[in-house]
Each structure stands twice: as C-alpha cells, then as structure tokens.
C-alpha cells in the first residue's frame, strides 16, 4: 500500500503443499524484469517506493 503495509505474504514453509511451480522459472524471471521497466523506464518513474526492495508492476489496461 502507499503507506507501506503489507498485503499478502507467502511462505511455503507454512503452506508446503501450495509450493508448487505452475511457470518455468526463466518465463518468472523474465516477466519480472518486464514489469520492473515500469518504474524505470516506463508510467511509473515517478514512483518512489519507501523501501531499497525490488519493485515490479503493471500501469494501465490490456488488451490482450
């Protein structure tokens, strides 16, 4: 949130039989590095996060 609460926390070590990989984990890291372009280069550069952790995200509508 703006205020920096969190929202939703996972730990597979809690929730052992949720751990299962449903994407390859190159197609992950590949749609994470998309979606951190947003605050780098794309409608979101003006965000500044409260935090030094990576940030990712999605602007707008699709399509698709």
Known sequence: TASGDEIFSYDPEENPEN???????KVAGAVTKVLQTV??????????????????????TSED
């Open 39 to 60: 605050f780098t280069q794309g409608t979101a550069t003006g965000a500044k996060p409260n935090s030094q952790q990576p940030i990712a995200g999605k602007t707008g």
């Open 19 to 25: 751990g299962q990989r449903v994407i390859d984990e």
